[in-house]
């Protein structure tokens, strides 16, 4: 070989590492290093191994395939053909998305909302915040139920009833994030997804804010009152001879409940629910214990209550069956408290949100059972139409001692004033939306205030214009089954599109079409009521 040939071959590997070294520069500066918790570019691996980005981001896009593809043996090995220096890039970019998560579109209004403004949630604040809503006013009411259907169809109905929520429960956990890297944190949301962006407001809108303002409506009766039997309770004889009407009674509740909804957002009342939680298993538990340890009356009996005509006997079955469904609200919730919780792909919200709600739900059956049943063995058919508490008062007020039964009301008020927060947090963030879209920006305090306390007295005066707690409690259960029995089954179908005419695929049309004809039957069975109760207050005249 000649000098000049043996010099050209030299310049050629000279200009050859060159080039390569070039090369691995623009691949290094073609990886951008991107803030935490936003958006990526979209990424692409090429056959050489080659990382590139392009200026296009899908909306849907996710890292699932990026992650796969830079995990291949030959990309990370130590003798593939890809350099030392890359591969570190490439490892550290890998576990970057693994940390990250589900790389979603950021909405900033999210920052400024009580549901989504904190997002530190773990498994016990789930727990507490669905034994919360879970359990409540509405278990002490579930007597009143049996009192028209007996024995065994009241059981059964509330088997069925307790299965089939926790059933829709899971349903709407693992839809939560249905869609790889999209979180729907409001139900309302997760219906657009579904049935579309109108039809899905007009279906779920209604009844989840309904379901929240009649549950506050509800517990201002029940808080109310039981303030009222507390103080009767507390003072005897010693009480002035002029007290506080029960009208008063409720105000004073609402101002209470005014005052605790200044809390900014979801994850900041945890510790309401959680006093919530522990003042409802203990009452519900006093409650059926106080009950069944006492003499039952004499009178009573357990053959079901039955009216003079038969559409009359009809509408007061389908309303006890209401209150059963009413029993299991809560689902309007779940993905309220599931947006609350940090997810990634290494550790996604599901996985502590079930864990929580498991947990809870478990508790949640420990207490209502024993109090459908332990009432219903104590008073039979004279169950007052205000459930438990009206029934310890109503009965047992000079034989149980005075400190046990007023503690047991102070737990119930306790319970009603933690409640009325959580079934109030999405009606706030729902204002909150609102004026955030209109102005873009966050609301002041004032605002904030205003909008909770505008709340609050709204459902003041729609209690006070129809103080007929059993009857509402049918009325809401029949209103508002859908979203607990219904919804969730017919979202299941149309997100996860399950096989056609498969064992899934029955099921879930099945109980979605009962869920929504039971809604109507029970429906027209709260109406009933209430006009019926209306009628009866009206026309009373006391001796």
């Known amino acids: 070989m000649s000098a000049s040939e043996t010099d050209r071959q030299t310049e050629r590997e000279k200009e050859r590492r060159e080039m390569e070294e070039k090369g691995m520069e623009a691949e290094l500066v073609s990886i951008p290093a991107t803030p935490k918790g936003l958006s990526t570019p979209e990424t692409s691996v090429t056959p050489r191994g080659t990382v590139r980005t392009s200026a296009r981001v899908k909306a ?34 890998r576990g970057y998305l693994e940390e990250v998560g589900h790389l979603t579109r950021l909405n900033p209004q999210d920052a400024w ?52 929520q926790l059933y829709t429960l899971w349903i709407l956990v693992n839809l939560h994030e249905a869609v790889p890297g999209r979180r729907y944190n409001r139900y309302v949301e997760l219906a657009q997804a579904a049935f579309g962006e109108k039809l899905g407001v007009w279906l779920a809108l209604f009844p989840t804010v309904y379901l929240s303002a009649g549950t506050a409506t509800a517990l201002i009766l029940v808080g109310g009152e039981t303030m009222k039997l507390f103080f009767q309770i507390v003072c005897g004889t010693l009480c002035t001879s002029n007290p506080l009407t029960t009208v008063e009674w409720y105000l004073v509740f609402t101002s209470l409940c005014i005052v605790l909804s200044q809390l900014p957002n979801l994850n900041s009342i945890a510790g309401l629910s959680l006093i919530g939680a522990i003042t409802a298993l203990t009452y519900t538990t006093m409650a059926w214990v106080l009950s069944v340890s006492q003499a039952r009356p004499a009178s009573m009996s357990y053959e079901p209550l039955r009216s003079n005509t038969f559409s009359a006997s009809t509408f007061s079955i389908l309303n006890s069956l209401g209150i059963i469904a009413f029993a299991f609200r809560g689902h309007n919730l779940a993905l309220e ?25 478990l508790l949640i059956a420990m207490c209502l059972f024993p109090v459908a049943i332990g009432g219903f063995w104590a008073y039979g058919n004279l169950m007052p139409a205000g459930g438990m508490l009206s029934a310890l008062y109503a009965f047992h007020n000079h034989d149980i001692p005075r400190a046990l039964l007023a503690t047991t009301f102070l737990l119930v008020v306790f319970n009603c004033l933690s409640s009325f927060q959580i079934y109030s947090m999405p009606v706030f963030d729902s204002f909150e939306a609102g004026y955030t879209s209109r102005t873009n920006r966050p609301c002041s305090i004032w605002v904030r205030s205003g909008f909770r306390i505008f709340y609050g007295f709204i459902s003041f005066f729609i209690g006070v214009a129809f103080p007929f707690l059993s009857s ?11 979203v607990t029995f219904a919804y969730p089954c017919f979202m299941w179908v149309l997100i996860k599109k399950p096989q056609r005419f498969s064992f899934n695929w029955y099921l879930n049309w099945s109980l979605g079409i009962l869920g929504i004809a039971f809604s109507l039957a029970f429906s027209a069975g709260g109406v009933w009521s209430m006009i019926n109760s209306g009628l009866k207050l009206k026309f009373f005249k006391p001796n």
């Not at 990634?344 to 864990?355: C, I, L, N």
């Not at 509402?472 to 859908?482: C, E, H, R, S």
């Open 60 to 93: 849907s896009w996710t890292p699932t395939g990026l992650t796969s593809a830079m995990a291949t043996p030959r990309l990370l090995s130590p003798s593939g053909s890809m350099g030392t220096p890359m591969k570190k890039v490439v490892v550290s970019l």
């Open 113 to 164: 909302l009580p549901i989504t403004e904190s997002r530190n949630g773990n498994a016990h604040y789930a727990a507490f915040h669905n034994l919360n809503a879970g359990i409540g006013f509405q278990a002490l009411v579930l007597p009143v139920a049996f009192a028209f259907l007996g024995w065994s169809w009241g059981i059964i109905s509330l088997m069925i009833g307790y299965l089939w």
């Open 337 to 361: 408290i599931q947006a609350t919780m940090p997810s990634t792909f290494k550790h996604p919200a599901h996985v502590p949100m079930w864990r929580g709600a498991k947990v809870a739900y």
């Open 472 to 482: 509402i409690a049918g009325l809401l259960g029949g209103l508002t089954l859908p």
